[in-house]
């Protein structure tokens, strides 16, 4: 006789399909109120879901946040070694400023969410832990990237080799990204994180900006 299907695939599936509709409908609101003044009946509205729904998936909304924030960095520093693995054992340091530019701006929705993460971050330790293992993750996929292009590609002396370089490049991203924050410009935050990070990596990264962000008029 054969074995009764199951239901289990199903139901896996379906938790699985409530609670990325919940961390995305989460993402929505707590970009639009921030997340100190978001409760878990406006992302249960938000999502179209219940409370049982939301329990059967968080403990807590600090546990939703917390997943929605490791799903998001988890993704960036996958792309950021996907962008920088393009090269070989060369590193095309402007090709690879420009694939790495385009994947770290990403959205200011996402800047928003990630600066409450710190800021709540640095009011308690063991998120603060969370946060800091995440940025490694991040400074690790570049050392790692950077290290490997060693021979191949030099880096400025300065920087103390591959992990100097990527503790400055997250830094270059951190302090473009809040002048994103403030100004919502963002083909200059791009423009002006091209450069830095090439001038970075290289011993020069080409003509200088105008107070405006732009190259000079005859520039490359």
């Not at 400025?156 to 991203?173: D, T």
Request: aromatic share 6%; proline share 4%.
């Amino acid at each position: 006789m054969a074995a009764k299907p199951t239901t289990t695939g199903r139901v896996t599936r379906r938790r699985a399909r409530t609670r990325a509709e919940l961390l995305d409908a989460a993402f929505g609101v707590f970009a639009a109120k921030g997340f100190g003044r978001v409760s878990i009946e406006e992302v249960c509205d938000a999502a179209g879901y219940s409370r049982g729904a939301f329990y059967s998936n968080f403990d807590s909304l600090d546990e939703l946040f917390f997943a929605l924030y490791r799903e998001r960095a988890d993704l960036i520093a996958d792309q950021v070694s996907g962008a920088l693995a393009l090269d070989g054992p060369d590193l095309d340091v402007p090709a690879a400023v420009d694939r790495v530019t385009e994947v770290l701006l990403l959205d200011r929705d996402w800047l928003l969410v990630k600066t409450d993460f710190l800021v709540h971050a640095a009011r308690d330790p063991a998120v603060a832990r969370t946060l800091l293992e995440h940025r490694a993750r991040l400074r690790h996929a570049i050392a790692d990237r950077l290290a490997r292009a060693r021979g191949h590609t030099a880096l400025p002396a300065v920087l103390g080799g591959a992990e100097g370089a990527a503790h400055a490049v997250v830094a270059a991203y951190d302090g473009v990204t809040t002048q994103l924050l403030l100004d919502r410009d963002v083909e200059h935050a791009r423009a002006w994180l091209g450069r830095l990070l090439t001038a970075l990596l290289t011993e020069g990264g080409g003509p200088p900006l105008t107070e405006d962000g732009a190259a000079p008029l005859g520039s490359p």
